[in-house]
């Protein structure tokens, strides 16, 4: 199935033409008074699902930088400099194992 998007591009032509006549009728047929505003054509919506919603707020949370322990992170590469960092295998494992079932 085909679809001509010619069309299209001229009917928003034709419609921007259009509403700027009707712009310049109002003007002049109201000068002395104020134009009446534009109706709105109603029928389309968008809905913002709480998803969306929760990742914008998320990523405006990232663009304003997240606080960083630097003491923490400071002792850690100090510990892993010097050898003294142990991994507890077990513990690693168990997180590794929880966060592969998040993403199933």
């Known amino acids: ?58 990523e405006h949370d990232l663009a304003q930088g997240t606080p960083v322990n630097e003491s923490k992170v400071e002792s850690l590469k100090k510990a892993i400099a010097d050898g003294s960092y142990q991994v507890d295998a077990n513990k690693l494992a168990k997180n590794m194992s929880n966060f592969e079932s998040l993403l199933a």
């Open 1 to 58: 199935m085909a679809i001509n998007l010619t069309n299209l591009n001229n009917r928003s032509l034709q419609l921007d033409q259009a509403r700027s006549a009707q712009q310049k009728t109002n003007v002049s047929a109201g000068s002395s008074t104020q134009a009446s505003p534009q109706r709105i054509a109603q029928g389309d919506s968008v809905n913002i699902t709480p998803q969306a919603k929760s990742l914008t707020a998320m």
